[in-house]
């Protein structure tokens, strides 16, 4: 079954604690992103990777850290959580799109079940 | 820079009715259009997307979406609410050339009784 795998689902913490949420895909993805949901702002990207050892920054990175050494992993760390980063995470995954004007059959994203990290 | 907005926290709308849920976006080129539903304590799911074609796309659950160029929309709709269909909406757009999704704030559908 195609999956995206995110471990683990509730997490809480205190600050300062260094923590890593894991993400797995199975379906051979380039493409792998990590989002943070919080109220009334929907799903912001905070890091993307392309492909194994290639990540860039989303929207809202500060605080976040993540690696890509392998093509179906694409950790989350969080080096020293703060409270403001309190909020439900999801990792998502998808084929690389190509350029403009190919279109793909499957360019939807997968994502995980979430993990609601919870710094006091 | 591309954007997404849904004018609506919330949709309310009795069982058996119509719903529609309102998406606009701004991006350049031809964007590929994404909804996605998001059940209580659940991951956010696939419902349906449109690449290019025919203007009314069909997904999952009996959910259709209609885009409109001219109007940069793409509203999600259904002919009939059912109960079940209570859920968090995002609407999210792409790109031509990128992989990277831009999410709208969401809609809380209530679908009563």
């Known amino acids: 079954e195609a999956q995206v795998t995110q471990n683990p689902r509730y997490l809480i913490t205190v600050t300062g604690k260094k923590l890593t949420v894991t993400c797995s895909q199975n379906?051979?993805?380039?493409?792998m992103s990590w989002y943070r949901q919080d109220p009334g702002l929907g799903l912001r990207q905070i890091y993307y990777?392309?492909?194994?050892?290639?990540?860039d920054k989303g929207d809202v990175p500060e605080g976040y850290k993540v690696s890509r050494k392998e093509k179906r992993n694409f950790p989350l760390i969080l080096e020293s959580p703060s409270p403001n980063q309190t909020s439900l995470y999801f990792c998502?995954?998808?084929?690389?799109?190509?350029?403009?004007?190919?279109?793909?059959?499957?360019?939807?994203?997968?994502f995980g079940q979430g993990t609601r990290l919870t710094v006091v | 820079a591309q954007s997404v907005a849904q004018p609506e926290d919330q949709v309310n709308v009795a069982e058996g009715n119509p719903l529609t849920v309102k998406c606009t976006y701004s991006?350049?080129?031809?964007?590929?259009l994404f909804w996605y539903v998001q059940y209580p304590n659940r991951g956010l799911q696939f419902l349906l997307k449109?690449?290019?074609?025919?203007?009314l796309v069909k997904g999952s659950y009996g959910f259709e979406a209609e885009f409109n160029k001219s109007q940069t929309s793409f509203h999600l709709k259904k002919p009939s609410a059912l109960v079940s269909d209570s859920a968090l909406y995002f609407c999210?757009?792409?790109?031509?050339?990128?992989?990277?999704?831009?999410f709208g704030k969401g809609t809380m559908l209530l679908v009563s009784p």
């Open positions: 998502a995954s998808s084929p690389l799109t190509p350029g403009q004007g190919i279109g793909r059959k499957n360019t939807e994203a997968f």
């Open positions: 379906m051979n993805h380039e493409y």
């Open positions: 990777s392309m492909n194994v050892e290639v990540t």
């Open positions: 991006v350049s080129g031809n964007p590929y």
């Open positions: 449109y690449i290019t074609g025919d203007n």
């Open positions: 999210a757009v792409r790109p031509p050339g990128y992989s990277t999704l831009t």
